[in-house]
């Protein structure tokens, strides 16, 4: 079993909140990356980090941020959040690029 | 156009019948990933592919370079194995690109 964790898993908001969603991995990856997927479509890269203090962003442009200030946690914050950004939002991490990707169960936000 | 095609969409079988999903790509890749998703959202990694064919239990993965192309075979398929299988390719710097993915009903 993966040892990746996001929380929360459900998050109901109000437009111009902020919020972050946290991702924490026990097995010390420095691979780490934030997928978003809409209801019933195909999974996109909006981040990734190679390691601390490294993050980039994906093919799927995003307003969130994303930090990496220790490897076993790389949060992903919207500082307004609208109701477009309504999504689930997965977390995944990997020993390298020969490896499989271990991912998070997923939070599923709402914006209302 | 997304550059990882998968075929079909949708796909319903009878429990036992044998099933094939096919994923074509038009990318230089490093691995192809199969996974599943369960209707909870979870992600699952099934099989990593660089070259040839794996198997695990009831899955079968084959790959073919020079083709562009792979497929993941269930034999005897069984009403658990009703999901989404979703390909994904790897640039080899971990960076996956999905297909959309195939929904998989299995009826007993």
């Known amino acids: 079993e993966a040892d990746i964790y996001q929380t929360p898993r459900y998050l109901v908001i109000g437009t111009g909140k902020k919020i972050t969603l946290e991702c924490s991995q026990t097995m010390g990856h420095d691979k780490m990356y934030w997928y978003q997927q809409d209801p019933g479509m195909e999974l996109h890269l909006i981040h990734y980090s190679y390691g601390v203090n490294s993050t980039e962003k994906g093919d799927l442009s995003s307003e969130s941020t994303v930090s990496r200030i220790r490897t076993e946690h790389f949060p992903l914050t919207l500082e307004s959040a609208r109701p477009s950004h309504t999504s689930q939002y997965l977390c995944a991490s990997t020993e390298g690029p020969y490896n499989e990707q271990f991912f998070g169960p997923g939070t599923r936000l709402t914006v209302l | 156009k997304n550059e990882v095609e998968q075929s079909p969409q949708n796909l319903t079988a009878q429990e036992g019948e044998f099933i094939t999903i096919n994923c074509s790509y038009s990318?230089?890749?490093?691995?192809l990933h199969w996974l599943q998703q369960h209707p909870g959202g979870g992600i699952v990694s099934l099989f990593m592919?660089?070259?040839g064919k794996k198997k695990h239990g009831r899955l079968i993965a084959t790959i073919n370079i020079q083709e562009k192309h792979s497929s993941l075979h269930i034999t005897a398929s069984h009403p658990r194995d009703s999901a989404v299988y979703i390909c994904?390719?790897?640039?080899?710097?971990?960076?996956?690109?999905f297909g959309a993915g195939t929904q998989v009903v299995v009826t007993p």
């Open positions: 994904a390719v790897d640039d080899s710097w971990g960076k996956l690109q």
């Open positions: 592919l660089s070259s």
């Open positions: 990318v230089g890749i490093s691995a």
